[in-house]
């Protein structure tokens, strides 16, 4: 265990496992009553870094990102934030965040600028640099057409980039992000990818967690896969899908289980090929498609695609085709 630091003292680095992380978690433990939230949880996240927390609903992700901005407090565990342990610096720890909530809690009465402008006085920050801050964060999200609105009469989409803009404010070290783009139509979202490639780009460690698949590839360095509060994978997205994927897929749509057996004996000599079905299809996992013929599957199946393997595939397998 670290040893317990003076008022105002940061941990060195170098007393963690490695030099260049700004998160460094170990044995996370969150409980509600009887319930466990979180159950053991570890991980490190490199400055720079761009992290992302994958999972069902009810997971734990949720819950590991308020015990990081100290906004629930740890049953069991050691948590770092860039050096200072979170338990007993919460208040500094605050301070070099950016945290962006799930829900819009934005004061509808205020403008734009308003609520902005209101946020940095939580910081403390100098009138004069809160305003050159709120101007780059608006003009960063293409907002500054808007400063002068109350928040009530924005979008939703536009409410979500304000959301994200005012987590700027405070100029933070690290971004923390709980589902950025929920809510957001193709060309807001994508814009919002391109607005956080640039701030990590720029130095800012970004923390997240998404449902959105295709984010988590475009956006993530890395990934944790957690459900029922424990990690059980942890890689980078293409790693990930090469080792629980493959790189295809074949999905037989058939309810025919004399149609399955005979699928299993056409792929019985080649290896590397796993299967899994749900209700309403057969999905074969191939490591290699060389030579691969389907005609065999058109015969049986109602319906054959042959598919690149990808994260959703990774995250079925993890956690399971049913709903929980």
Not at 2 to 11: N, S, V
Not at 126 to 142: N, S, T, V
Not at 270 to 282: I, K, Y
Request: charged letters at 30%; aromatic letters at 6%; proline letters at 5%.
């Amino acid at each position: 265990m670290l040893p317990r630091p003076r008022r105002g003292q940061r941990y060195h680095l170098s007393q963690v496992k490695s030099v260049s992380a700004i998160i460094v978690a170990r044995g996370l433990v969150k409980r509600y009553g009887n319930f466990t939230a979180v159950d053991g949880i570890s991980f490190e996240v490199e400055e720079g870094e761009a992290l992302g927390l994958l999972g069902p609903n009810g997971a734990g992700k949720t819950t590991t990102i308020r015990l990081i901005c100290g906004l629930s407090p740890l049953t069991a565990g050691e948590l770092l934030v860039d050096g200072l342990d979170v338990r007993r610096h919460a208040r500094q720890v605050k301070g070099r965040l950016g945290i962006v909530p799930q829900h819009d809690n934005l004061d509808p009465e205020l403008t734009v600028r308003q609520n902005l402008l209101a946020y940095s006085r939580y910081y403390d920050l100098p009138r004069p640099l809160a305003e050159a801050r709120i101007r780059e964060a608006l003009a960063l999200f293409q907002l500054l057409d808007y400063e002068r609105q109350r928040i009530e009469t924005l979008s939703v989409g536009l409410r979500r980039r304000l959301i994200i803009a005012r987590a700027l404010v405070n100029a933070p070290r690290i971004l923390v992000l709980d589902e950025p783009t929920i809510g957001l139509d193709p060309q807001a979202r994508r814009l919002t990818w391109e607005k956080l490639r640039q701030l990590q780009a720029q130095g800012t460690t970004l923390l997240l967690t998404t449902h959105y698949l295709e984010e988590a590839a475009h956006l993530c360095d890395r990934l944790l896969i957690i459900h029922q509060g424990r990690v059980l994978a942890e890689g980078r997205p293409a790693e990930l899908v090469e080792r629980y994927a493959g790189r295809r897929v074949i999905e037989v749509y058939s309810s025919n289980p004399d149609e399955e057996e005979r699928i299993r004996r056409l792929l019985a000599d080649r290896p590397g090929v796993e299967m899994e079905r749900d209700s309403e299809a057969l999905y074969i996992y191939l490591r290699r498609d060389d030579g691969l013929d389907l005609a065999p599957f058109h015969r049986l199946g109602q319906r054959v695609v042959l598919r690149e393997a990808n994260l959703e595939d990774v995250f079925l397998r993890l956690t399971g085709r049913g709903l929980r």
